[in-house]
């Protein structure tokens, strides 16, 4: 028998008969701030439960079910949550992360579709391969996160922190990132001739200095008023692409064709290995 205790009262919330959580179905249980520090909860079913600031630091969650579940400021600090199921195609059956810690966790191939994880903290996160079409992270800190191959395709990152994240391979298409915080971020390519997919992108207002974009799709992206100072774009795609009044100081334009960038009131005098079409015009 094991007992679920709360982890600052210590009071019993749940009881479940077996020496093991793996695969425990524990659906549809009101655990709020239960404490499964450490714990294996493998294979277990947590479906629409009540897990709001439930604390699985250090714990194993592989292939855990927990769409509609609501786990508001939870803990996952140095969680295992490989292959872990947050997500659905439709947002009101996936899970509510709001405020969830994740810092230093492992989500590789983790289902996050349509999550809520606003002001959440993935700093350091490794989610590689991860699913994270239409997730919510405005306002999120996902500062030096590991995301190789992960498909953000119409996720809300706006206003959040991927100073120094490693993007590489990642499909951004159509993506919100509305003032959000790229410095020193890697959106190149881990493959001989691959690339990142940042086409149709909102990146209004970003800050993307010194980011790595070599090769980069970036195709009909909204630029506009960015801070791309010292951005490598070597044989980037921009076609299509909004640089206007954008900061292209030390930026490197090796090998792009600018002909269909809007680059009115940028001042490409400052970049590097820009060839400017004659009929460019209101450049500074």
């Not at 695969?23 to 493998?42: E, K, N, P, Q, V």
């Not at 786990?71 to 490989?82: P, Q, V, W």
């Not at 640089?243 to 005098?269: C, K």
């Amino acid at each position: 028998m094991i007992e679920i205790k709360q982890r600052e009262t210590g009071k019993v919330l749940g009881t479940f008969d077996g020496d093991t959580l793996v695969g425990a179905d524990l659906r549809h249980m009101d655990l709020d701030g239960a404490d499964f520090r450490g714990m294996d909860l493998s294979g277990a079913s947590l479906e629409s439960s009540d897990l709001n600031q439930a604390d699985f630091t250090g714990a194993k969650l592989h292939n855990t079910r927990l769409f509609r579940a609501a786990l508001n400021e939870a803990d996952f600090s140095a969680a295992d949550l490989t292959g872990a199921q947050f997500g659905s195609e439709h947002p009101s059956q996936a899970a509510d992360l709001r405020g969830a810690n994740f810092s230093r966790a492992i989500l590789r191939g983790a289902d996050l579709r349509n999550a809520a994880l606003r002001r959440a903290n993935l700093q350091g996160v490794d989610l590689n391969g991860a699913d994270l079409r239409g997730t919510d992270f405005c306002g999120s800190n996902l500062c030096h996160a590991i995301a190789h191959s992960a498909l953000f395709i119409r996720a809300n990152l706006r206003e959040a922190n991927l100073c120094g994240a490693d993007l590489r391979d990642c499909h951004l298409n159509d993506a919100n990132l509305v003032n959000a915080s790229l410095h020193d971020a890697d959106l190149s390519s881990m493959k001989p001739g691959g690339f990142t997919v940042i086409k149709l992108a909102n990146l209004e207002g970003a800050d993307l200095s010194r980011a790595n974009l070599r090769r980069c799709s970036a195709e009909g992206t909204n630029l506009r008023n960015a801070n791309l100072s010292d951005v490598d774009f070597t044989g980037a795609v921009l076609g299509g692409a909004i640089l206007r009044r954008a900061n292209v100081t030390n930026a490197n334009f090796q090998g792009v064709e600018l002909a269909s960038v809007t680059m009115e009131f940028a001042n490409f005098s400052k970049a590097r290995n820009a060839v400017i079409p004659n009929y460019k015009k209101n450049l500074r």
